[in-house]
Nanobody, 123 residues
Framework: QLQLVESGGGLVQAGGSLTLSCAAS????????LAWLRQAPGKGREIAAA????????YYADSVEGRFTISRYNAKNTGYLQMSSVKPEDTAVYYC????????????????WGQGTQVTVSS
C-alpha cells in the first residue's frame, strides 16, 4: 500500500515562493502518476498540477501555469511542487496523490492520498 506524506506548507507573503514535498513509501511510487490537488476554504478540491510516472509529461491548471512546477525524483521516492509568485488565492490545503491508472490530468480517480499540508498566502 503506497503511503504519501506531504511537508513544506506554511505561511508565505504574496509574491514569494514555497516548495512542497511528498515522500512516498510502501508501494511502486515510480510507476504511479502523481498530482498535487488543493482545496480552498468553502471550495471543491481541484488539481493544481500532475506529472506522469516517469516525469516526461506534466499538466498544470490555468490558474498556476507559469508559476508552479511539479517534479519527481523516483530514486528518492519523492515528489515536489515548487510554487513561485504566489497569490492569496493559492491559499488552500495541498494534497499529494497518486493513481494506479487513468488520465493523470483528471482530478478524479486518484487512489492514494496524503494527509494534506496547509499553505497560506498573505496579501
Amino acid at each position: 500500500q503506497l503511503q504519501l506524506v506531504e511537508s513544506g506548507g506554511g505561511l508565505v507573503q504574496a509574491g514569494g515562493s514555497l516548495t512542497l514535498s511528498c515522500a512516498a513509501s510502501g508501494g511502486n511510487f515510480s510507476k504511479r502518476p502523481l498530482a498535487w490537488l488543493r482545496q480552498a476554504p468553502g471550495k471543491g478540491r481541484e488539481i493544481a498540477a500532475a506529472i506522469s510516472y516517469i516525469g516526461g509529461g506534466a499538466y498544470y491548471a490555468d490558474s498556476v501555469e507559469g508559476r508552479f512546477t511539479i517534479s519527481r525524483y523516483n530514486a528518492k521516492n519523492t515528489g515536489y511542487l515548487q510554487m513561485s509568485s504566489v497569490k492569496p488565492e493559492d491559499t488552500a490545503v495541498y494534497y499529494c496523490a497518486a493513481r494506479v491508472s487513468g488520465r493523470f490530468s483528471s482530478p478524479f480517480g486518484y487512489d492514494y492520498w496524503g494527509q494534506g499540508t496547509q499553505v497560506t498566502v498573505s496579501s
